[in-house]
């Protein structure tokens, strides 16, 4: 957590991202000097707390190993409370004018909480009354022109004879910088860490940058400068260029040594930090990787759309891992599989709505193994043992190293997610491959999801086609009539155009019913409810059983007289069907009495009224003949 902003708490002005360590490495007192430094060296930690039976005695550091090799210290016998930074060569600042209770939660494990600057070297304590204690230059004098250490040994190599076997198990060398006759001397630990062979340095400063990476030379070099003139610890991360390219990471922290009124000696240690560095990277790209997968699944949450899920998908892993090209394979019942989504980077073909042929896609052995819930890796394609027409077809697709990882739903294989690179080989990370299997994972939650939505949208159309439509004639019922009608008379109300009403009534249906039986009817029914949704076909026309016989039609625009057209067109057409009716005292087929209303609506009437008349005009054309048309007055 971060402490309070204070100068107090950032020496030398130049570091504000100091913490407080929650895991510090805690040794004893009685461990011996060679085992310190390798414990220090599994933590990939720069410093060591050091107890004893009554609690903290201080702080054992790599500038208190380069303390005690300068000294001749014996690694093997000599133990780490005898060359540690006791407590009581720390001094007490004032006690801070920002109390820092409110963002400093208490630790019972500790009376002084261990502080680290952003590189995660100890600068210092907290103690709980809130006093910061900074560590003077142990190797330094306590008052100026008094030395604290032995003078310097007679010029040459370090003696490495009791050293030797801890800088190796630590990954830990030394150097000695002796000012005035301006020449280094580096162990053959730190020869070996900068790349060089034993012997090789030739004790020029200069020629120590040939070995560092160019991007660090200026910073290592005002560091050691700073150090020499303000007479400061120092602590610097660099790089150095293995043989085959790779890059390895040194930590290299020191101290100037008095003589007189100035420093003559710059002494240090040189630590390898890769695989300190390697986890920090390793811990970062996770916390990207947890985003991302974070970021998808609440895309899923959010959308219901699987095509666009999946077009973010391909999108998103492309960019992160840095691949070629990236697909979603979607598995036909025969298993073979069809490219549904991709992200390519140009110059490469696309894959889009090809079947894939590769034997990591159709062979059974690797179906199997998919869905089970494994993916694989494949780093380069030629040491596959490939037969020649699957090369060919990799190759077409430019395809060199590739992952594959199961898309499952309900537990069945739905498709893959796969990765191409396709500039060369790639040794893929075991973190890549989790990635795509963590995405996976909420891809399946997706599809899920997405078949859930489908079927839950087609009960709904289901419910409403059941809420809505009559069940005999499948045309709109009474209750979807009156809605409607409810919704076009404020819609001709602002618009201030007509709007009609054509009622209908089959002529004599009881006796149709009774004469050929209500099978018959239901059927006669149906008959005359596509022929009058085939007459009434524009946008917003509603043909819609009113009751029993009749049937109901909104005409949205229609004044009287076009709506009187329509009527007709509607006698006519059920006239034509040619229905036996043997009942009917009219004529001997169907034929059906229309009444038509039709008005400009206003905001504040109500199709009641509109309805009233038109039903008025029905019964007209019943007691004035039947199978006709009546308009309202």
Request: charge should be negative; proline fraction near 5%; hydrophobic fraction near 40%.
């Amino acid at each position: 957590m971060d402490l309070p902003h204070s100068p107090l708490l950032s020496p030398g002005g130049n570091d504000a991202s100091l913490v407080i360590d929650q895991v510090p490495l805690k040794l004893s007192a009685q461990l011996i000097l060679q085992q310190g430094l390798a414990a220090m060296a599994r933590a990939a930690k720069t410093y060591a707390l050091v107890y004893d039976e009554q609690g903290l005695l201080g702080v054992f550091t790599y500038v208190n190993a380069a303390q005690a090799s300068v000294n001749g210290a014996n690694f093997q016998r000599e133990i780490l409370g005898a060359w540690l930074t006791s407590l009581e060569t720390l001094e007490t600042c004032p006690e801070l004018t920002e109390e820092p209770g409110g963002q400093i939660s208490p630790n019972p494990d500790y009376d002084y909480w261990p502080v680290v600057n952003s590189s995660q070297h100890w600068i210092g304590f907290l103690t709980p009354t809130g006093e910061y204690k900074v560590c003077l230059a142990t190797l330094q004098p306590t008052e100026r022109g008094t030395q604290v250490l032995s003078p310097s040994p007679p010029q040459g190599r370090l003696d490495q004879e009791h050293f030797t076997l801890a800088l190796k198990g630590a990954q830990m060398g030394t150097w000695e910088w002796h000012l005035p006759s301006h020449s280094l001397v580096l162990s053959p630990e730190s020869e070996q860490l900068l790349e060089m062979a034993p012997g090789e340095f030739d004790g020029h400063y200069e020629t120590l940058f040939h070995h560092i990476h160019p991007d660090d030379r200026s910073l290592v070099d005002q560091t050691l400068q700073q150090a020499i003139h303000q007479g400061e610890r120092y602590d610097v991360d660099f790089r150095v260029v293995q043989p085959d390219g790779k890059v390895r990471w040194l930590l290299s922290q020191g101290q100037g040594f008095y003589h007189g009124s100035g420093i003559t000696r710059l002494v240090g240690v040189n630590l390898d930090i890769s695989e300190q560095k390697q986890t920090e990277t390793e811990l970062r790209l996770q916390a990207q990787r947890e985003r991302l997968v974070a970021q998808i699944a609440q895309r899923i949450r959010a959308l219901l759309d699987l095509d666009h899920i999946l077009e973010q998908t391909v999108i998103l892993v492309k960019q992160f891992i840095e691949a070629d090209r990236v697909i979603i394979l979607q598995c036909t019942p025969d298993m073979s599989g069809q490219v549904t989504q991709e992200a390519c980077n140009p110059g490469y073909p696309t894959m889009m709505g090809w079947s894939l042929r590769d034997p990591w896609t159709v062979e059974e052995k690797f179906l199997a193994h998919y869905r089970r819930g494994r993916g694989l890796a494949v780093a380069n394609i030629y040491d596959q043992g490939l037969a020649e027409d699957q090369l060919l077809f990799l190759e077409y697709f430019q395809i060199q190293a590739e992952i594959v990882v199961p898309l499952l739903q309900e537990e069945s294989l739905w498709g893959l997610l796969i990765a191409h690179q396709c500039d060369a080989p790639r040794q893929w990370r075991t973190a890549d491959v989790r990635l795509l299997q963590s995405l996976a994972v909420q891809v399946g939650i997706a599809i899920h999801q997405a078949k859930l939505h489908q079927r839950l949208t087609l009960a709904n159309q289901k419910l409403k086609r059941i809420a809505y439509l009559d069940g005999l004639t499948q045309v709109a019922n009474r209750r979807r009539f009156e809605q409607h009608l409810e919704s076009e008379w404020r819609r001709m109300a602002r618009q201030q155009t007509f709007l009609a009403i054509i009622l209908a009534d089959i002529d004599y249906f009881k006796g149709f019913n009774d004469l050929y039986g209500h099978q018959a009817g239901d059927n006669c029914l149906r008959l005359v409810a596509r022929t009058l949704s085939r007459a009434a076909r524009r946008p917003g026309d509603l043909v819609a059983r009113y009751g029993g016989e009749e049937f109901a039609v909104i005409l949205p625009g229609a004044d009287l007289q076009g709506a009187e057209t329509v009527a007709e067109d509607l006698r006519r057409s059920i006239r034509d069907l040619r229905v036996a009716h043997q009942g009917s005292n009219i004529d001997r087929i169907v034929t059906m009495s229309l009444g038509v209303a039709s008005c400009i609506p206003s905001a504040k009437g109500n199709p009641a009224s509109l309805l009233k008349q038109a039903d008025a005009a029905l019964y007209a054309a019943k007691h004035g003949g039947r199978d006709q048309v009546r308009a309202s007055p």
